[in-house]
Structure formats: C-alpha cells, structure tokens
C-alpha cells in the first residue's frame, strides 16, 4: 500500500507564494512520474504539473506556467510544488498522485491541501 501525504497549504494573498510538499510511502513501490492536481469547487479536477521520477522532465499546464515549478528529493521520495505569483483563480484543493509505471495510470492520491489566494 502506497500512502501520499501533502502538506503546506493554506490561506495566502494575491501575489503571495506558497511551497507544496508531498512524501510518498510505503512498501516496494516504484515511481514513475509525480503529479499534481487541484479541484476548484464546482469545477472539474485539473492536472497542473508533473515530473518524472527518474529523468526530472517536467510539464506544466498554461495556466500555472511560469509561477509554478514542481521538484523532487528522490531520497526522500517527495515532490513539492513551488507556487508564485499566486492568483485568487488558483484556489483550490490541491492533490498529489503517482504514476507507478508507464503502463499505469495515477493509481495512489493524497488527501489533498487547501489552497486559499485572498483579493
């Protein structure tokens, strides 16, 4: 059983920056790309960046790029998400995910971490 854990939300001003972390744990698993995802409520859940694991290449959606920027810590198997310039559009619950494998889709999501940007 894989467990994701996110951390690091909470309630900032437009302009504000907030830094996102999730440590993935458990027993044997492996890692192929970490993603983030938000839900905004009323709306549909939407991918905003992903890296891979092993590479580092990272992908972001329009939306977020330029202010965000997702890394990892392989060693502690966490991927964070660094959020500038944040705008009110950008509140939402924010989730963590891991693609296992090539062949596998997001199969393990965290709880997810409220993201709250003030006018």
């Known amino acids: 059983q894989v467990q994701l854990v996110e951390s690091g939300g909470g309630l900032v001003q437009a302009g504000g920056s907030l830094r996102l972390s999730c440590a993935a744990s458990g027993r044997s698993f492996s890692m192929y790309n970490m993603g983030w995802f938000r839900q905004a409520p009323g709306k549909e859940r939407e991918f905003v960046a992903r890296i891979s694991w092993s590479t580092g290449i990272t992908s972001y959606a329009d939306s977020v790029k330029g202010r965000f920027t997702i890394s990892r810590d392989n060693a502690k198997k966490t991927v964070y998400l660094q959020m500038n310039s944040l705008k009110p559009e950008d509140t939402a619950v924010y989730h963590c995910?891991?693609?296992?494998?090539?062949?596998?889709?997001?199969?393990?999501w965290g709880q997810g971490t409220q993201v709250t940007v003030s006018s």
């Open positions: 995910a891991l693609q296992p494998s090539l062949r596998r889709n997001y199969d393990y």
